[in-house]
């Protein structure tokens, strides 16, 4: 790498985001130290375009081919990741591989078995209020010559929201962007996951202001896995379930991309050698042109002269667009990806396998020798390459966790002294569940957790115009454990003591 200081202005972006610390500012210019790894962050980071991509073999160094970066490691120095350092020209791991009883320690605490499932699940429990009364059910039960008791109440929860989840690879609208329902805003576009838009709807904020209500309602139909319709601000209209298909734009999306275009090219390279001699995997995310692939160059193939328009991120991946056209990116025609094609020599005939991380779409050209490409019907290997990767592809779906806070004053139901409480969930000695269904637990103070909505009977959750959604929670633990934190003692009946009909209202 090299730096121009004509073009540099000290801003110190590259001394700062330097993964190996080499980059100094020196008299109001980047100068670059020994120890370079050829790693580009300066390249990318660098907002006046004073960095020159000069990368060369280093005497001595190294190339790390654990990920896309390809470190260039001098000897006696470790890569961009700190993972593998050159110990006397080889490439060694700088950590030791810990067995499982090395960490275990960092291990949440395991409730004790007796405790799950509970005796009974909260769904149509009734709720406690005001909130120092007992809960409506205190069951005890022997399990295991074990007392165990399960607390139930349907809590009435300002903090909670769901956190959505929809698989497809269509541009749904700008991060950030406000998502609305009947026309009120209830949420907003969060960052993508593997193949998935994320979305988060209601939360505290949201339920108490002026959409409130209809925050509620959407965050309880959600969660009780009914069809709701939602309009992203700038963005797309969806039609989602959890559970099915998401629908947008009104085009049912089927397949859930089987990985980035990176990702494809490295699951699927034999195939796509044998398909064309060029290949390019169209993604919003990243797109990948497969000669100059890791993958492509691990076969022994020899970089083809073309490029593509997307920023490069590492050699052969570069970074997409978001839009409605193929991959989720903005492009229609697929060529349009293509570099400038003036200037390059491809020899008569060469082909080129153009296609989406779902394999839904794809197409074939060939170099007429005139400075274009024509199409072509997809020959044998190269469908047989595209069928392998919408194979692969698993069916898109919609699904949805639970998020809420049940730390406030609910556990005055519960137990008589509430702090107690909290400290049993979070040291293992009482068991949360939410329907029966078994959450994530996040640490720090209060009780925040998570649940699969899916793994909940439909229609376990409503809403009260406080507003505030409610939920069906139950804790179990020992007596003994219930006991010592101040339980409800005199509000306790025996399991046994239930009638069936209790069961089925």
């Not at 809590?155 to 009947?182: H, N």
Request: hydrophobic share 35%; charged share 20%.
């Amino acid at each position: 790498m090299r730096i121009d200081p004509q073009r540099c202005n000290g801003c110190g972006l590259c001394a700062r985001d330097c993964p190996v610390e080499v980059i100094s500012i020196q008299e109001n210019k980047a100068l670059i130290g020994e120890g370079c790894v050829e790693c580009r962050t300066c390249l990318r980071v660098c907002p006046r375009q004073a960095v020159s991509d000069q990368r060369r073999p280093l005497p001595g160094a190294l190339e790390c081919t654990r990920c896309p970066v390809a470190c260039q490691v001098p000897p006696g120095r470790t890569g961009a990741c700190g993972r593998f350092r050159n110990q006397e020209g080889e490439l060694v791991r700088t950590r030791p591989l810990l067995a499982f009883s090395q960490a275990a320690g960092r291990l949440a605490p395991e409730p004790p078995p007796q405790t799950s499932p509970p005796l009974v699940t909260a769904i149509g429990a009734g709720g406690t209020y005001p909130d120092y009364v007992p809960a409506p059910y205190i069951l005890s039960d022997r399990r295991q010559g074990v007392d165990v008791v399960t607390v139930l109440t349907e809590a009435p929860l300002s903090y909670s929201g769901v956190k959505l989840k929809i698989d497809t690879d269509l541009e749904i609208g700008p991060e950030g962007a406000e998502v609305k329902f009947e026309g009120r805003s209830v949420g907003m576009v969060e960052t993508e996951e593997y193949g998935s838009k994320m979305l988060a709807l209601g939360g505290v904020n949201r339920l108490t202001g002026p959409a409130g209500f209809a925050a509620a309602r959407v965050v309880a139909a959600v969660a009780n896995q009914e069809a709701v319709k939602l309009k992203v601000k700038g963005g797309a209209r969806l039609e989602v379930q959890v559970g099915r298909p998401p629908v947008i734009e009104g085009r049912r999306v089927e397949k859930m991309r089987v990985g980035c275009g990176s990702a494809t090219v490295g699951l699927f390279a034999p195939l796509f050698q044998q398909a064309a001699d060029e290949v390019i995997i169209l993604d919003h995310h990243i797109t990948s042109l497969f000669t100059h692939h890791a993958a492509g160059r691990c076969l022994g193939l020899e970089p083809s002269p073309l490029d593509l328009r997307f920023p490069r991120s590492t050699p052969g991946r570069y970074f997409g667009t978001h839009g409605p056209g193929w991959g989720g990116t903005d492009i229609q025609d697929p060529l349009e990806v293509l570099a400038p094609l003036e200037g390059i020599s491809l020899p008569p005939g060469f082909t080129l396998l153009i296609t989406e991380t779902t394999g839904q779409q794809a197409a074939l050209y060939r170099w007429d020798g005139k400075g274009s490409f024509q199409p072509l019907e997809l020959s044998p290997a190269a469908r047989e390459a595209v069928e392998a990767v919408a194979r692969t592809c698993e069916p898109s779906r919609v699904s949805a966790v639970y998020a809420a806070g049940v730390g406030g004053s609910a556990r005055a139901g519960v137990v008589r002294w509430p702090l107690e409480l909290t400290r049993a969930v979070h040291q293992g000695r009482a068991r949360l569940t939410c329907g029966g269904a078994p959450v994530f637990l996040w640490p720090g103070g209060g009780i925040t957790f998570y649940v699969d909505v899916e793994r909940i009977t439909p229609g376990a959750f409503t809403w009260v115009p406080t507003p505030a959604t409610v939920a069906p929670i139950e804790y179990t633990m020992r007596l003994e454990d219930y006991r010592r934190m101040g339980g409800h003692l005199e509000a306790m009946k025996p399991f046994s003591a239930l009638e069936p009909v209790w069961l089925d209202r």
